[in-house]
T-cell receptor, first 113, second 114 residues
Framework: GDSVTQMEGPVTLSEEAFLTINCTYTATGYPSLFWYVQYPGEGLQLLLKATKADDKGSNKGFEATYRKETTSFHLEKGSVQVSDSAVYFCALGSKDSNYQLIWGAGTKLIIKP | GAVVSQHPSWVICKSGTSVKIECRSLDFQATTMFWYRQFPKQSLMLMATSNEGSKATYEQGVEKDKFLINHASLTLSTLTVTSAHPEDSSFYIC??????????FGEGSRLTVL
Protein backbone atom coordinates (compact mmCIF):
# COMPACT_ATOMS: atom_id res chain seq x y z
CA GLY A 1 0.00 0.00 0.00
CA ASP A 2 0.86 3.64 -0.12
CA SER A 3 3.32 4.93 2.46
CA VAL A 4 5.33 7.96 3.49
CA THR A 5 8.78 7.92 5.05
CA GLN A 6 10.19 10.95 6.82
CA MET A 7 13.57 11.54 8.36
CA GLU A 8 13.64 10.96 12.06
CA GLY A 9 13.94 13.82 14.46
CA PRO A 10 14.55 15.78 16.36
CA VAL A 11 16.44 18.02 13.99
CA THR A 12 18.31 20.76 15.84
CA LEU A 13 19.65 23.76 13.96
CA SER A 14 20.92 27.21 14.74
CA GLU A 15 18.98 30.25 13.62
CA GLU A 16 19.60 31.20 9.96
CA ALA A 17 20.78 27.70 9.08
CA PHE A 18 19.57 25.90 5.96
CA LEU A 19 16.88 23.31 6.55
CA THR A 20 16.08 20.11 4.72
CA ILE A 21 13.58 17.56 5.99
CA ASN A 22 13.49 14.53 3.75
CA CYS A 23 10.27 12.86 2.70
CA THR A 24 9.90 9.96 0.30
CA TYR A 25 6.77 8.12 -0.66
CA THR A 26 5.42 5.04 -2.36
CA ALA A 27 2.09 5.27 -4.08
CA THR A 28 0.00 3.88 -6.86
CA GLY A 29 -1.49 6.47 -9.12
CA TYR A 30 -0.77 10.16 -8.85
CA PRO A 31 -1.30 11.44 -5.34
CA SER A 32 -1.09 14.95 -4.05
CA LEU A 33 1.64 15.64 -1.54
CA PHE A 34 1.41 17.83 1.52
CA TRP A 35 3.48 19.25 4.30
CA TYR A 36 1.66 20.02 7.54
CA VAL A 37 3.08 21.80 10.55
CA GLN A 38 2.10 21.59 14.19
CA TYR A 39 3.38 24.42 16.36
CA PRO A 40 3.59 23.80 20.11
CA GLY A 41 0.15 23.83 21.65
CA GLU A 42 -1.65 24.27 18.37
CA GLY A 43 -3.47 22.12 15.84
CA LEU A 44 -2.14 21.02 12.52
CA GLN A 45 -1.93 23.52 9.68
CA LEU A 46 -1.33 22.98 6.02
CA LEU A 47 2.07 24.43 5.18
CA LEU A 48 2.24 23.71 1.47
CA LYS A 49 1.15 21.23 -1.12
CA ALA A 50 1.81 20.00 -4.65
CA THR A 51 -0.71 18.20 -6.78
CA LYS A 52 1.38 16.90 -9.67
CA ALA A 53 4.92 16.03 -10.66
CA ASP A 54 7.39 18.92 -10.81
CA ASP A 55 5.00 21.22 -8.95
CA LYS A 56 6.66 23.31 -6.27
CA GLY A 57 4.70 24.23 -3.17
CA SER A 58 5.86 27.21 -1.16
CA ASN A 59 4.75 29.13 1.89
CA LYS A 60 6.41 31.17 4.65
CA GLY A 61 9.82 30.68 3.04
CA PHE A 62 9.44 26.90 2.91
CA GLU A 63 9.53 25.02 -0.39
CA ALA A 64 9.05 21.47 -1.55
CA THR A 65 9.12 20.05 -5.07
CA TYR A 66 7.12 17.01 -6.14
CA ARG A 67 9.75 14.72 -7.70
CA LYS A 68 8.20 11.71 -9.31
CA GLU A 69 11.50 10.26 -10.50
CA THR A 70 12.86 10.08 -6.97
CA THR A 71 9.42 9.78 -5.28
CA SER A 72 10.39 12.59 -2.96
CA PHE A 73 8.93 15.77 -1.54
CA HIS A 74 11.70 17.21 0.61
CA LEU A 75 10.97 20.31 2.66
CA GLU A 76 13.53 23.12 2.50
CA LYS A 77 14.03 26.57 3.92
CA GLY A 78 17.01 28.78 3.32
CA SER A 79 17.21 30.48 6.70
CA VAL A 80 15.28 29.14 9.65
CA GLN A 81 14.04 31.14 12.60
CA VAL A 82 13.32 30.19 16.19
CA SER A 83 9.61 30.54 15.39
CA ASP A 84 9.92 27.66 12.90
CA SER A 85 10.36 25.24 15.79
CA ALA A 86 7.52 22.76 15.37
CA VAL A 87 6.70 19.26 14.23
CA TYR A 88 6.48 18.82 10.47
CA PHE A 89 4.44 16.08 8.82
CA CYS A 90 4.69 14.90 5.25
CA ALA A 91 1.54 13.31 3.84
CA LEU A 92 0.03 12.04 0.64
CA GLY A 93 -3.54 11.79 -0.46
CA SER A 94 -5.63 11.37 -3.53
CA LYS A 95 -9.03 12.40 -4.68
CA ASP A 96 -9.84 8.73 -5.25
CA SER A 97 -9.53 8.07 -1.53
CA ASN A 98 -11.39 11.25 -0.66
CA TYR A 99 -8.09 12.65 0.53
CA GLN A 100 -7.74 10.30 3.45
CA LEU A 101 -4.15 11.15 4.09
CA ILE A 102 -1.29 8.78 4.67
CA TRP A 103 1.12 10.36 7.08
CA GLY A 104 4.80 10.33 7.76
CA ALA A 105 5.87 9.95 11.38
CA GLY A 106 6.59 13.65 11.79
CA THR A 107 9.91 15.39 12.32
CA LYS A 108 10.44 17.63 15.29
CA LEU A 109 12.46 20.72 14.41
CA ILE A 110 14.24 22.68 17.13
CA ILE A 111 15.82 26.00 16.23
CA LYS A 112 18.26 27.48 18.72
CA PRO A 113 18.92 31.21 18.83
CA GLY B 1 -10.14 32.73 11.23
CA ALA B 2 -10.55 29.12 12.16
CA VAL B 3 -12.25 26.85 9.68
CA VAL B 4 -12.68 23.93 12.03
CA SER B 5 -13.42 24.19 15.71
CA GLN B 6 -12.89 21.40 18.17
CA HIS B 7 -14.18 21.31 21.73
CA PRO B 8 -13.08 20.76 24.40
CA SER B 9 -9.40 21.41 23.86
CA TRP B 10 -8.46 19.61 27.05
CA VAL B 11 -10.43 17.21 29.19
CA ILE B 12 -9.55 15.19 32.23
CA CYS B 13 -11.86 12.41 33.32
CA LYS B 14 -12.00 9.47 35.65
CA SER B 15 -11.56 5.95 34.41
CA GLY B 16 -14.86 4.41 33.38
CA THR B 17 -16.56 7.62 32.35
CA SER B 18 -17.43 8.68 28.80
CA VAL B 19 -16.17 11.78 27.08
CA LYS B 20 -17.62 13.54 24.04
CA ILE B 21 -15.50 15.64 21.68
CA GLU B 22 -17.12 17.92 19.13
CA CYS B 23 -15.82 18.93 15.73
CA ARG B 24 -17.50 21.76 13.88
CA SER B 25 -16.92 22.92 10.33
CA LEU B 26 -17.33 26.69 10.49
CA ASP B 27 -16.87 27.82 6.91
CA PHE B 28 -18.48 25.17 4.75
CA GLN B 29 -20.71 22.15 4.86
CA ALA B 30 -18.77 18.98 5.26
CA THR B 31 -20.18 15.66 4.19
CA THR B 32 -17.00 13.98 5.39
CA MET B 33 -14.91 14.55 8.46
CA PHE B 34 -11.94 12.56 9.70
CA TRP B 35 -10.94 11.64 13.21
CA TYR B 36 -7.30 11.06 14.09
CA ARG B 37 -5.42 10.04 17.17
CA GLN B 38 -1.91 11.19 17.88
CA PHE B 39 0.31 9.31 20.28
CA PRO B 40 3.32 11.01 21.83
CA LYS B 41 6.25 11.13 19.42
CA GLN B 42 4.22 9.32 16.81
CA SER B 43 2.38 10.25 13.70
CA LEU B 44 -1.31 10.76 13.31
CA MET B 45 -3.36 7.64 13.06
CA LEU B 46 -6.61 7.81 11.17
CA MET B 47 -9.31 6.35 13.36
CA ALA B 48 -12.41 6.75 11.28
CA THR B 49 -14.13 8.64 8.53
CA SER B 50 -17.30 10.33 9.62
CA ASN B 51 -20.01 10.51 6.97
CA GLU B 52 -22.99 12.79 7.40
CA GLY B 53 -26.20 10.85 7.72
CA SER B 54 -24.63 7.41 7.74
CA LYS B 55 -22.43 5.18 9.83
CA ALA B 56 -18.80 6.05 10.25
CA THR B 57 -16.15 3.99 8.53
CA TYR B 58 -13.60 2.75 11.03
CA GLU B 59 -10.01 1.84 10.34
CA GLN B 60 -8.77 -1.62 11.13
CA GLY B 61 -8.03 -2.10 14.79
CA VAL B 62 -10.25 0.77 15.99
CA GLU B 63 -13.05 -0.38 18.27
CA LYS B 64 -16.39 0.89 17.02
CA ASP B 65 -18.09 0.43 20.36
CA LYS B 66 -15.30 2.23 22.14
CA PHE B 67 -15.11 5.25 19.90
CA LEU B 68 -18.61 6.27 18.90
CA ILE B 69 -18.85 8.73 16.03
CA ASN B 70 -21.96 10.68 15.15
CA HIS B 71 -22.13 13.00 12.16
CA ALA B 72 -25.62 14.35 12.64
CA SER B 73 -25.34 17.46 10.51
CA LEU B 74 -23.18 18.89 7.76
CA THR B 75 -21.28 21.00 10.25
CA LEU B 76 -20.93 18.80 13.31
CA SER B 77 -19.32 15.47 14.06
CA THR B 78 -18.83 14.08 17.55
CA LEU B 79 -16.46 11.47 18.91
CA THR B 80 -17.45 9.80 22.17
CA VAL B 81 -14.85 7.79 24.02
CA THR B 82 -16.92 5.36 26.03
CA SER B 83 -15.80 3.90 29.35
CA ALA B 84 -12.49 5.64 29.03
CA HIS B 85 -9.34 4.10 30.48
CA PRO B 86 -5.84 5.52 30.96
CA GLU B 87 -4.65 3.90 27.73
CA ASP B 88 -7.20 6.06 25.88
CA SER B 89 -5.33 9.15 26.96
CA SER B 90 -4.20 10.81 23.78
CA PHE B 91 -4.55 13.78 21.48
CA TYR B 92 -7.60 13.51 19.24
CA ILE B 93 -7.82 15.62 16.11
CA CYS B 94 -10.58 16.07 13.57
CA UNK B 95 -10.26 17.34 10.04
CA UNK B 96 -12.54 18.39 7.25
CA UNK B 97 -11.75 18.15 3.58
CA UNK B 98 -12.75 20.42 0.77
CA UNK B 99 -13.27 19.09 -2.70
CA UNK B 100 -9.96 20.74 -3.61
CA UNK B 101 -8.21 18.19 -1.44
CA UNK B 102 -7.14 20.61 1.22
CA UNK B 103 -7.65 19.46 4.75
CA UNK B 104 -8.50 21.75 7.61
CA PHE B 105 -7.75 20.57 11.10
CA GLY B 106 -9.29 21.28 14.44
CA GLU B 107 -7.11 22.46 17.28
CA GLY B 108 -7.14 19.00 18.77
CA SER B 109 -8.48 17.69 22.06
CA ARG B 110 -6.17 16.34 24.70
CA LEU B 111 -7.80 13.60 26.74
CA THR B 112 -6.29 12.54 30.04
CA VAL B 113 -7.92 9.61 31.80
CA LEU B 114 -7.01 9.22 35.43
Amino acid sequence: GDSVTQMEGPVTLSEEAFLTINCTYTATGYPSLFWYVQYPGEGLQLLLKATKADDKGSNKGFEATYRKETTSFHLEKGSVQVSDSAVYFCALGSKDSNYQLIWGAGTKLIIKP
Amino acid sequence: GAVVSQHPSWVICKSGTSVKIECRSLDFQATTMFWYRQFPKQSLMLMATSNEGSKATYEQGVEKDKFLINHASLTLSTLTVTSAHPEDSSFYICSVSRDTGELFFGEGSRLTVL
